[in-house]
């Protein structure tokens, strides 16, 4: 079978067909970054002002913190997309093993919020280091394929191919994981697991190695939902939501009461009811079905496009970048804003059970926030050494 890597290598080789940007980077998408920022600040403001009102006394509260959140995301992001592959790749080991220390540093001291310990506070700054490690995995695992592609793809030796190409990339992944897994962080856990995965088999690892740790890490999150209380409570509810509407059922039903109240076109933007303290964390987790409440199907059908169009357009960069590691950061990073998307989706949809996960640039929040505009910046960054067909 030949391997991902391989086709998009040989196809690399075809320069006739193709021109190598130097220097410029990928306009189109920073203009789709652009696009699904203004459309997520815009539901911020929206969905969040009654809460804000409520809890804080100011309608703005949200969108104005937000704001000042947007700007440093924003010279993040253009800081980023200056600093050359090279440099990243270079102190990627650095980046994971900080990662690692603040994932240990978390279950030490840091502080509980909304019933989980998963954040750290330095002076003013509230640090959540799982939203760090998704990047870092990324980047981990890009530099380990870039670094030890020949041992790992090594057809001539299936020893080669299982441990260099499947067993030290998933202990790579296994220990943040398993960090995470203590702050019972379980959306975090399948992100990380998902992101994993999917590099795994898209640097070229025989198909055949991975099927048994996909099945182990099936199995590992499946007993981590039937043996542990939190994750057993949250099945529970979700198998039957109105048995404990007063309880943990409430925030689902309301959610889907206002998925319901949009229709098709909804009842226009910032008409919603259901974010009058009905739906919890309206600005937040549930933002999704203040957005089908107020622009109805079409309106959360155009955010969803948006979302993939930006998710495409990176893979397309991901894809037609240089070298390996640049290949796959850009590929890992837009894995970790789909799968996040989706899982969001489903939450409010009820589809799965809740996992407490934010919509990517929708939700409110600083440090996720700006992860995503450093994360875009990367993006931005490898772009300007693609090679695009015109």
Not at 108 to 115: K, R
Not at 284 to 307: H, K, Q
């Amino acid at each position: 079978m030949k391997s991902l890597i391989r086709i998009i290598s040989a196809n690399s080789k075809r320069e006739s067909n193709q021109e190598k940007k130097q220097g410029g980077i990928d306009f189109v998408f920073l203009l789709l970054v652009f696009t699904v920022t203004l459309f997520g600040t815009v539901m911020v403001f929206s969905a969040g002002g009654a809460y804000a009102k409520t809890r804080y006394g100011d309608e703005y509260y949200f969108i104005k913190k937000q704001a000042v959140w947007l700007l440093i995301g924003i010279a993040v992001m253009y800081l980023s997309s200056r600093v050359r592959p090279e440099i990243y790749r270079k102190y990627t080991p650095h980046l994971y093993c900080a990662t690692l220390v603040l994932l240990v540093l978390v279950l030490l001291v840091g502080f509980v919020g909304n019933g989980a310990q998963r954040w750290i506070s330095i002076g003013p700054l509230t640090i959540q280091p799982s939203e760090i490690a998704k990047l870092s995995l990324v980047m981990m695992l890009s530099k380990y394929f870039n670094d030890k592609q020949e041992l790992s793809s090594d057809i001539h030796s299936e020893k080669n191919i299982f441990v260099y190409g499947t067993l030290i990339p998933c202990l790579i992944m296994l220990v943040p994981i398993i960090l995470v897994m203590l702050q019972k962080h379980l959306s975090c856990i399948i992100i990380l697991g998902t992101i994993g995965l999917l590099l795994i088999f898209a640097a070229g690892v025989n198909p055949k190695y991975i099927y048994g740790f996909c099945i182990a890490a099936a199995a590992g999150i499946t007993s981590l939902a039937l043996f542990t209380d939190y994750t057993k409570e949250r099945i529970t509810v979700w198998q039957n939501p109105e048995a404990y509407k007063l309880t943990g059922g409430w925030q689902t039903l309301q959610g889907l009461m206002a998925i319901g109240s949009g229709g098709l076109f909804g009842v226009g933007l910032g008409n919603s009811i259901m974010k009058h303290c009905y739906v919890s964390e309206p600005a937040n987790d549930m933002i999704f079905a203040i957005l089908c409440e107020e622009l109805g199907l079409f309106g959360a059908a155009l955010a969803l496009f948006v979302f993939g169009a930006l998710v495409l357009r990176g893979t397309k960069i991901a894809l037609n970048s240089s070298d390996t590691y640049s290949r796959l950061v850009a590929l890992g990073i837009c894995i970790k804003m789909a799968t996040q998307v989706l899982l969001n989706v489903a939450v409010v949809t009820n589809t799965i059970p809740n996992t407490g996960i934010s919509l990517p640039f929708f939700s409110y929040g600083g440090s996720s926030l700006i992860m995503l505009f450093f994360e875009m910046g990367i993006i931005l960054s490898i772009s300007r050494s693609s090679r695009l067909t015109k």
